[in-house]
């Protein structure tokens, strides 16, 4: 979205994606954001057709920016989890029954309220995902400390994708308490293996998770705690498992695109 790339030709017809306008929610400096959306408006005046990766975000795009009436879609993103059945040597091989997140190791991930979720019961945490901010890091295994838990609590940086699976496939359920998300693909690659997914309700995530993800609508510790205990008993005892697939299904690459070749 504030690529430098564009047609050497002024005649050429060009596609502009726009994946978030995450700068907004993010707490930066208002000179920061007025230069960042400067960018983009520049590349939208420049485009013939706009397309954002989720109603939130055009919603963002409608707001701050100017789309001087041209064409403009939203076209969902593809979750399509690339599957190893027969792999099962993680690097890391829990203990106990355990609960998974990945993303980027940075604030607006916002982490670091997951260890809560680990009073009162018997679940690992295995985090993972590049770590673009070690102090934020610091900061996930001092409330990991603060609630006794530091010992169950596992960042494993990156991984491969054959270990992405594995955890996937094995966990007792996905956590994504992101507060800036275009998109969100990890949510619909838990999905696909039929996995309760926790994830906040803020910016696009209700839009990809709908009716078929358990919400986090404050980070308090206690009320965290039981949104996941109700959300568990739920999937259980009505065996939301099938649901949860057929939805993440509606979500592929490969819908994404034909909604795209129809716009070309």
Known sequence: QTTHYRPSSSRTRHILTIHDLNYIHEGKSPARITAYLKKIQKNIDRADHVVT???????DVTRHLDLHNKPASVILNGGDLETFPGFDQPGY????PFLFAIGSINAKKNFHVLP????????????AGPVFDPLYKQKIQQEAAAHNVADRVRILGSISGQDKYWYYHHCTAFLFPSLAEGF??????????????FISDRTSLPEVGG???????TFEPDVMQQVFINGLHDYKINNRADAIVKHAATLT??????????VY
Not at 93 to 96: K, L, N, S
Not at 211 to 217: K, P
């Open 211 to 217: 009716e078929h993800c358990y919400y986090f609508q």
């Open 93 to 96: 091989r829990p203990q106990r």
């Open 53 to 59: 990766i989720s109603a939130f975000v055009m919603e």
């Open 116 to 127: 809560a979720l680990l009073k009162d019961n018997d679940y690992e945490l295995i985090l």
């Open 253 to 262: 690459y490969h819908q994404m695109e034909h909604k795209y070749l129809q």
């Open 184 to 197: 969100g693909i990890p949510v619909v690659e838990a999905m696909s293996q039929g996995k309760p997914c």
